[in-house]
């Protein structure tokens, strides 16, 4: 093995454990955070699946002072309260189980960056850090709802439809 082999073969190793360990600095600390702003939305729906997974938005809602039914209010697709159905039918309803199930998504989200960047630039690591460390991914990545799961959709979508599409944004 060359010398120029072995950089390549551990510097994607030692690019990966960065990545993975500045999420998680920058993510655990707010596991016990409280569930605020929209959570609760998400939250009813999830315990709503738990009883009729079939008819998910099938219920009343008192969001502000007026009871209207729960799918004039969640404009939203139903994915993540499934998620949390299912996690919290496995790990319980206390906000760090919930924010530690949410981190999944959100890894996930740091790693197709880095993937889409690669491909699109010379210095994936520098574009994935500085996503990651943006304020709207920190504090999305702190809450029980659908955005991070749309970021992680977003990403599919520009790989498989190719570089142009991405480029085309910037």
């Not at 969640?74 to 530690?100: D, K, R």
């Not at 990651?132 to 999305?140: H, I, Q």
Request: glycine residues 4%; negative net charge.
């Amino acid at each position: 093995m060359t010398m120029d082999q072995y950089f390549k073969r551990y510097s994607t190793q030692y690019t990966a454990g960065a990545l993975i360990a500045l999420f998680f600095l920058s993510l655990v600390p707010y596991l016990n955070k409280a569930f605020h702003i929209d959570d609760t939305i998400f939250l009813w729906t999830a315990k709503h699946i738990q009883t009729d997974p079939i008819h998910f938005y099938n219920f009343m809602v008192n969001w502000d002072g007026t009871e209207m039914p729960m799918w004039t209010r969640n404009q939203n697709p139903p994915l993540v309260s499934y998620y949390i159905a299912a996690t919290s039918y496995l790990m319980g309803w206390s906000e760090s189980a919930l924010h530690f199930a949410l981190l999944a998504p959100a890894l996930a989200v740091v790693a197709g960056t880095y993937f889409l960047a690669k491909g699109l630039c010379s210095k994936p690591f520098l574009a994935t850090v500085s996503g990651l460390m943006t304020p709207v991914f920190l504090v999305s990545s702190t809450t029980i709802m659908s955005d991070v799961l749309i970021d992680n959709v977003q990403d599919i979508v520009h790989r498989n439809n190719g570089h142009d599409i991405v480029q085309s944004q910037l």
